[in-house]
């Protein structure tokens, strides 16, 4: 059984009706009974902008939030549409007989799940919810014909209580919990805690971005019982059963860090099997101290470290002494990829400028590739912009490596000679199945394609960035394991194609890239 409370929305097909102030305004403020009549009529008519301004202004005067029954009723009305792909039914007091309205009109389209546009849906900040009302969501929720993504808001403090009073669900059945971008207060994190002290099922929990900012309080109180449960740190036990934990989107750069780094160190004999820390501003100490400590762990399969600079912050030079500025941690993960024999996957990719891993940490990884105590299968070092620098530390590596399967370092910067360089020692690897081929690009064609997409999508461009989940790295998950999964093909002959490609391209100033995946 997989409890999910995280749901994404998507209002993008339903902004292009509107200008951006509308839009502006239609976020800032809640739904309101008197204007489903005329937003409905809106909708029907072309153009429509005029009358939706219209309704906007009438609730930002007032902006009273009403039943969330008189929101639903608009849902079931705008259903039919093929446009409408989306809705927002955040702080609008959703009522448990509103909620079964949502699941009247889901229910509805289950005969032809077809015409059912909906994709995603926002009931954030309806935090003032009963029982009943959580029982009618989870039951609404079930009744869609596809799956919906967003934060629910949800009071995370009802439902940990309702999950401990049904102690053989919690003790036996629940595998997962995702409570992602809702706020977790340290009353919600101590009730979860003494759930996660006595389970024997409870393998994944996901915690993404909750609100206020996870302190380390609040961090201690509900994975230091999971991970001194006896069921899971005793390795005598006869199960299988090994720990998920993704903490991705946090900020863990102060005490954070430490203080997980210290929770995993007194459990070295935990069965892990993936941790996620993608986009939690780990720097140089705090990432030494994780990495560190999971090199002491007797198991763990994945560890993600993606948009984590590795480096420390900016500090003023009038409070800092050279020893506070340490180098960045690649001894640390030395010690990881030689030591860490169960450990299969890293991930060190980086999507923005500002926190790319620097060469020093880049090279220590590369390198510890080809010794012999490596079992690593897959590695992903994309985007840190190393240079030709990281080509020639892949060149190096690729003869002795035995257990690496997939590598991808896209986004280095690399020129074409770095290319050839790696092409050479693919020919003398025996292990690789899947590195995606780079294909060059001019930093003027990227900033221009760049300049059409925000031309093209205007203001709807820049409200999607507010409204999405960052989803980036779930989508990279399932792009790799397709790759992985795929029957291998002959590598060596793809690159030979790619870099017969990038030989009829012209070569730029910079040496920039996007990048274009090929297959092994």
Known sequence: ???????????????????????????LVPFRGDIATKLKAAMDTTPSVADFEHCIVGMAETSKPADCGIALALLRTLQHSRHFHSIRLSNVLASRGGLQALESAAKTKHQS??????????????????????????????????????GTGIDTFQVINALKRNAPLYKSALMALDLSYNTLKPTTAAALGEMLETTQSFTSLVLRNVKPALASPTLSMILSPWF????????????????????????????????????????PRLRRDVLKLNQCSLHDDSLDAIVAAVAQCDSLSALHLEDNDGSPPPKSIFFSSPAVLRHAPGDAFVKLLTKQVQLKELYLSNSHPQSRYPLALLRAVVHSLGTTNSTLEVLDISGNGGGDDVAKCVAAVLPKTSCLRALFWDGNHTTLAGFRLVQEALRRNQSLRIMPVPVQDTRESIERNQATVETREGPTGVMSSMVFRDDAYDKADVMRRSWLQSGPADLRQSWSRGLDALSAVPPSSDNNYTSHSVDA
Not at 127 to 141: C, F, G, P, Q, R
Not at 261 to 267: E, G, K, N, T, V
């Open 228 to 267: 001194q449960n006896p069921h899971f740190a005793t390795p005598t036990r006869a199960s299988d059963l090994a720990l998920s934990l993704d903490l991705s989107e946090n900020n863990l750069s102060g005490g954070g860090g430490t203080l997980l780094a210290d929770l995993i160190s007194r459990s």
């Open 1 to 27: 059984m997989r409890l999910l409370l995280s749901l994404a929305i998507d209002l993008l097909h339903f902004l292009d009706q509107c200008d951006y102030h509308a839009c502006c305004d239609f976020y």
């Open 113 to 150: 799940p077809s015409e059912w546009t909906l994709t995603s849906l926002d009931l954030s900040d309806n935090s003032k919810w009963a029982k009943e009302s959580v029982m009618a969501l989870v039951s609404a929720l079930k009744a869609f014909p596809s799956p919906l993504r967003a």
